[in-house]
């Protein structure tokens, strides 16, 4: 997998269409991901998944996105896409996540969701658990999905955070705040969906292509200034 400056990895989530995908992995992400979620925009089949997976061709790590899947639609997944991240967005607890990484023998992001500084406590049952956590703007009880809405949170919540796995910062990052959102968490890594789309689920290949600049420009910066 390739590594960005300040080994910086960015993810572009919820890629439908070969052509996003290859604008995505031309663009020099280091990770594409892969939504199987019904209630999602992004939600592909499992044959469609399949499809544009192989055309990652080891450029990006393949990651599947699900939301409290079960073993049957993982399987499934694992077998049509080959993933190199499973990414688990739902209610998860820490046995369920480490009876995925035993059962299919793949490393596992746990996505968390992040409002207030109390809900960081949530990441320490995790940390035997999955092998990188996400955080993730905590979504209204009113939503269907538990990601995806476009929404950030307060990144002063992850400044100075000293944590034991690689972790990665979504909700609500564009192309113009992306730099912002770094200078404040120092995140590893930066993830992606809805802010470079111009609906949902269709992504924009302009806002792919200036969302990875932005984030490769201010990991560059920031280690010119470090």
Known sequence: MRKGNMSLIV?????????????????GADMVGFVFFP????????????ALGA??????????????????????????????????????TPERVAAIKTKFKLPVMKAL????????????????AADRILFDARAPKDATRPGGLGMPFDW???ENLDLALPYMLS??????????????THAPGVDVSSGVERAPGEKD??????????????A?????NA
């Not at 990651?63 to 399987?75: E, H, M, Q, R, S």
């Open 171 to 184: 909700g609500g990052l564009t192309p113009d705040n992306v730099a912002e959102a770094l200078r404040i």
């Open 205 to 218: 290949a302009d806002k792919i292509r200036a969302f990875i600049r932005a984030a490769r420009e201010a």
């Open 39 to 50: 209630p999602s925009p992004r939600n592909l089949s499992i044959d469609a998944a399949g």
């Open 113 to 128: 969701a992040v409002e207030t500084g109390s809900d960081l406590a949530a990441v320490t049952p995790y940390l035997n």
């Open 55 to 92: 055309r990652v061709k080891g450029r990006a790590g393949k990651v599947a996105l699900t939301v409290d899947a079960d073993d049957a639609l993982l399987a499934e997944i694992v077998a049509a896409l080959s993933p190199d991240l499973l990414q688990l967005h739902g209610k998860e």
């Open 220 to 224: 560059t910066t920031m280690m010119s």
């Open 11 to 27: 993810k572009i989530c919820g890629l439908k269409t070969p052509e996003t995908l290859d604008v995505a992995l031309d663009a």
């Open 156 to 158: 002063h919540l992850l």
